[in-house]
Structures are given as structure tokens and as C-alpha cells.
């Protein structure tokens, strides 16, 4: 075994888990998933059948990965977030077959306690703030905060916010590096 799990984790199988990986109290991970290297799943997390989560992916305590969703490598997982996979649950309904896929691009952070309904796409480096509730696809770049969650701003890769001259050029003062406005979002230099 090539990854860590605390003597309190369920892990079904079959499943892939990655080199370097730790799983930690009272994880579930499903079988069926794929989990990648270097990956870290906070206590009391549930990830279910068939979910993917890419390298170094960081998931905090309380949150429930559920069917259809994809993480992209280096992804942020806040404490509690949640994840939805029905859009209309029903107890009395069985709504398995409509399972709406969600993807989270590569460098995204969810924050805290956000809610991401199925079905929309987070795009890469895309920050959702603590709470926020998402309701439609995050571009590349944007953050959003709110319920519903409005796009409020853009971030670097580096998890800053990105100030934009009058052509349209913003530096991240950690990294860097410069980024673009367009008309079809922002891109690095």
C-alpha cells in the first residue's frame, strides 16, 4: 500500500487511491473511485462510486463527494462544502439514472461551506468564497460569492485578486505573473 489510512477509514474495494495520498478518521472512500497522488481526505469525508479526484487534491473535513463529480488536480476542497447530483431529489423518487456530472478545473478552491448544485462546471483557478451558492458554470479565473453566488471579480493562480489597468492587465503580487482581460474571460501571459 502505497498510500496513508487511519485505522478508522473505510475503503472499498475496488477503488485506485495514489502514491502519497492520506485518508484520514473516519473516511469513506467508495469503490469504484479514483483518487490520485498526493491527494488529502479530511476526516469524515464520504467520496462516492465512480468519483474522480486528480493529484494533489485537497479535501477538508465534513465534505461528501458524490457520484458525477470530477475533480481536477490541485483542487481545494473547504470544510463542509457540499456537492449536489440530483437537481429535484424526492425521497420517494428514485433518481439515480439523472445524475448530473460536475466538474472542478485544475487550481480551483471551493470555500468553505459553499454549495455547488450539479450540473455546473467550475472552471480552472476559479475561487468560490465560504458560503457561496452555485448555481450556474464558473469561468476560468472568476470569483464568486453570494447565494446565489455572483462572479465578483477574477483571481490569479496564486489565489490573489486581480486589480486591472486601464488595458486590461493585472500582475499577481505573489507570483508574478501577468493576466488579460478579454472578451471571453481572463487568460495568464
Known amino acids: 500500500m502505497s498510500y496513508f489510512a487511519h485505522p478508522t477509514a ?79 431529489p424526492r425521497s420517494a423518487v428514485c433518481r439515480k439514472t439523472q445524475y448530473l456530472p460536475t466538474r472542478v478545473g485544475k487550481g480551483a478552491t471551493i470555500g468553505a461551506n459553499a454549495t455547488i448544485v450539479c450540473g455546473n462546471d467550475i472552471g480552472n483557478y476559479a475561487f468560490i468564497g465560504a458560503g457561496a451558492v452555485v448555481t450556474r458554470p464558473v469561468p476560468d479565473y472568476a470569483l464568486v460569492i453570494g447565494n446565489p453566488a455572483r462572479q465578483t471579480g477574477w483571481m490569479s493562480e496564486f489565489g490573489h485578486k486581480l486589480i486591472f489597468n486601464t488595458q486590461g492587465m493585472a500582475t499577481c503580487p505573489e507570483s508574478g505573473e501577468t493576466y488579460k482581460r478579454t472578451p471571453k474571460g481572463v487568460i495568464k501571459i
Not at 63 to 82: A, H
Request: proline fraction near 4%; include cysteine; glycine fraction near 12%.
Open 10 to 88: 473505510v475503503i472499498d474495494e475496488p477503488c485506485e487511491i495514489g502514491d502519497g495520498t492520506r485518508v484520514w478518521h473516519f473516511a469513506h472512500i467508495m469503490s469504484g473511485c479514483r483518487i490520485g497522488k498526493n491527494c488529502n481526505i479530511g476526516q469524515n469525508v464520504v467520496v462516492s462510486p465512480e468519483v474522480v479526484l486528480g493529484n494533489g487534491v485537497k479535501v477538508q473535513n465534513n465534505v461528501s463527494i458524490y457520484t458525477g463529480v470530477i475533480c481536477e488536480d490541485d483542487v481545494f476542497l473547504g470544510p463542509s462544502m457540499v456537492f449536489t447530483n440530483v437537481f429535484n
